[in-house]
């Protein structure tokens, strides 16, 4: 167990500029989630794979925010056109597919702190 | 909606006492886990203790228990002989079941520890 992987740790970017934020999971984890973490607060729900599908979707999500997870295995986060409320920790958990989802606990990577000039 | 709620944002405790830190939550659910999360500063968040509604038992997990009561829907967490290295920030958080288990976390408590 080599636990969740995020990369890069951090990214600076420029407004108007694309990010791609890359999480591996646990490995025999089928089921994977992003959250957003802003400075104090509880981390948000962006989205949920199960598998290579993406069953749940943010309704706060905006339209410039896309994530995929080909094959199953690890997810990409996309956000285009970033603005400076986009700056947040950006963090990707996995569980295990035993049982109902939600049952199992979510094992969470370092994140990705995203800020924008 | 479903909600969670920690009502202390900040609390303190002096090494080796013993510390509470609270959590409401609220669920059209009959059967569900809810748990508590550990943050260190800038590093990454860890599970701390889980609970199953059903189970009438509080969990356990060495130094640190729960106290739950289902009919009030409180889920407090209780750390004793508390160390350095508990300083945090705690999170308790339930998971939606009809929405892939994503987790409603709670505002969290950032816990001090006093040498």
């Known amino acids: 167990d080599t636990g969740v992987s995020q990369d890069p740790r951090h990214k600076i970017t420029k407004r108007g500029q694309n990010v791609t934020f890359r999480c591996d999971p646990i490995?025999?984890?089928?089921?994977l989630y992003w959250y957003r973490q802003t400075l104090g607060q509880g981390p948000e729900f962006l989205t949920y794979f199960q598998n290579e599908a993406q069953l749940e979707k943010s309704r706060l999500l905006s339209d410039r925010f896309s994530a995929e997870r080909p094959k199953g295995s690890f997810s990409t986060l996309e956000i285009q056109r970033t603005e400076q409320g986009d700056s947040a920790m950006y963090l990707c958990?996995?569980?295990?597919?035993?049982?109902?989802?939600?049952?199992?606990?979510?094992?969470f990577g370092d994140g990705t702190r995203l800020s924008i000039l | 909606a479903q909600t969670v709620t920690q009502s202390q944002p900040e609390m303190s405790v002096q090494e080796a006492e013993t510390v509470t830190l609270s959590c409401t939550y609220d669920?059209?659910?009959?059967?569900?886990?809810l748990f508590w999360y550990k943050q260190p500063p800038s590093r990454q968040m860890i599970l701390v203790i889980r609970?199953?509604?059903?189970?009438?038992q509080n969990a356990t997990e060495n130094r640190f228990s729960v106290n739950f009561q289902k009919a009030a829907k409180s889920f407090s967490l209780k750390i004793s002989d508390s160390q350095l290295g508990d300083a945090a920030m705690y999170f308790c958080a339930s998971p939606v079941y009809n929405q892939g288990g994503k987790l409603i976390f709670g505002q969290g408590t950032e816990l001090s520890v006093k040498p």
């Open positions: 958990a996995s569980s295990s597919g035993g049982g109902r989802a939600g049952n199992q606990p979510q094992h």
């Open positions: 609970q199953e509604a059903y189970k009438q």
């Open positions: 669920t059209s659910e009959s059967d569900y886990y």
């Open positions: 490995s025999e984890h089928n089921r």
